[in-house]
């Protein structure tokens, strides 16, 4: 297991450069280019701010912030589970011409979504600000609660990506998994909405805490609630367990599932 | 240090499942839609091979014979189904050349993301970048981005930053072949050195030119197995012997199954020309145009033929083997006397060699109704290529009875590695 890591961590030169080159190339020699990664979030927003509040007659308060700071996780979560469950098959020449270490590939899918919401971040502050929300010094728990989304997104993203060498159309349930998930995940409404009993039972969803969390730091401007995002750390890394062997399992008949 | 073993196999076999309709989704596994069946391809058997530090060693074989599947079993893109392997040091591998290349990235940003799959850092890469684009001979195109390179100048940059590494053992997989001839010499110079530097160097291709020149040791495998292996020069020369005889019989094959097929189709040509050719009793007699066929037809080759030393009708000949020609004739009008006439052209019609039975000094002035002419060779000297053979009758004037240039071509393969036409049986002797 050490070896691994160390053998990862030699290799973190591709890491980084797959990264720069996938955040480069989506944008590359398009018209507004790099300004792309802001676009799609604020459009998502302006949606959604006049859709809830003015068509749904939503009343939370200040609710492009409160959807805005729920939807970039989101956009995180989902975007890095799409592109990584491919990541493999997508780097097919590499895996079947060249030994690396295979986990890098679902990684640097997963890290450059990471770079895209960090990108965004700087939207979320600057939308803040002109809201005027009150910063407080618990916004320094941010790396962490987006820490454990990374681990929960990773562990989800090794397992897709290693069953989607062998079945295919696993690309569509999880495109189907992610759509369900978003309307049990309080995101566009409050967790409040929903009638008590499923309102516990979503409750087990290890996402809700993760998203409420990065609403009390950022928002509501309290600490995130810590028994519950320790649920979210522990399902978390069951699942980047379960991932990272299944993953060991099936990557050495990747080159000849490919 | 010097006999170490630093790559080291042990009765390794790799299986491949062919499946005949295999299962892609989750939705067609569960639901059984397709058959689960498969064939168990060996792609090596219980193989086993210790290779030391500092030897370069080829790997040699016909297509599928196991070569590359190796070489992935040492890179660990595949693993063994049994057995092991022990590989002591950093391997690099060009087997994949522009690996991760971006087309709309430049030269240099390439060989950033290029060099880092082959795991190199980026501190490495600075150290290397000015080496590598000054052996990619691209110049000031190194900034414009790769999709702007012509396919050369893409395989040379790829080339150069594969081959730029400083590597401990070296797997290389019929790359070799890239670029134009300069920069083919600068690769092998490279290599070269890295055999100078004590690397370990694996190598797979069909140039067996280039095998023998820079390999110390020559592993022949075939069908997943080792056929022999040693010194460079004396597995080619088996190896090339072996591929010879092969040849020959698969031509042979090709010839008697072409030929047995072909009879049918000319009976059907004869059925539209009915009443030209209603005369001759003979299905075979192929059609030639007027400028390689002439004569009076008083005396009519109705077949000619190349036998091989087993006797059989062939196109294909092993150098240094006997063989025959046989012309069938058919006799319409009897003349004073024959000649019966066979030569050998280049495939560009140039003559090697002719003869006649009156250069043999036979005087033929009786002749059977129909018989066969057979000029026979004790040894076939010719060297590999091919050859166009004529076949020809004459009277005593030399006058044209059936005269037939170029019949049929025909292929011979030497294991003499000599050049022109003809072995010439020889010693050097240095005085």
Redesign the interface.
Known sequence: MINRIEEVW?????L???VK?DL??RY??SFLGFLWTFVNPLLQLVVYSIVFPYILKVTQENYAMFLFIALLPWIFFTSSLQGATTSIVAGS????????PRIILPLAAVSTNLMNYIYGLSIVFAALLITGVHLTVNVLWLPVVLLIEFIFIFGLALIFSSLYV?????EH?VNVLTFVWFYLTPIVFPITIFPEQIGEMVGYNPMVPIIESFRDILLNGTPPDWNRLLYSLIIGVIVLIVGVLLFEKCE??F??EL | MKDQTVISIKNVTKT?KIYRDKP????E?VLKLRSNEYSTFYALKNLSLDIRRGETIGLIGHNGCGKSTLL?LI?????PDQGTITVNGK?S?L??LG??F?P??TGRENI??N????????KE?DQRIDEIIRFSELGKFIENPVRTYSSGMYMKLAFSVAINVNPEILLIDEILSVGDANFQKKCLEKIESFKRNGATIVIVAHDLGTIEKICDRVVWMNEGQIVRQGEADQIINLYIQHMNKQFVEQRQQEYLEISSSGVGEKEEVEVTEANESSDTSTVDEPTFSEDVRWGSKEVEITEARILNAEGKVTNVLMAGEPFCIEIDYKLNREQKAYIFGTGIYTADKVLVYGNNTQIANLKIDRINKRGTVRFKVKKCNLLSGTYKLNVAVVDGDHRALDFIKYYMDFTVVSNDKAVGLFTIEHEWEIG
């Open positions: 030699a290799y973190r030169g591709m980084v450069s797959i080159r480069r190339s590359k020699g020449n590499l895996v079947k011409k060249i030994y690396f062998k079945y295919r159309d696993l349930i050495k008949t080159a000849e | 491949f892609v989704s989750l939705k596994k992935k890179t660990k893109i595949l693993y391997i591998s087997i994949e690996a991760g971006h709309d990235f950033y993301i060099a880092s799959i082959f795991g190199l850092s980026k890469v």
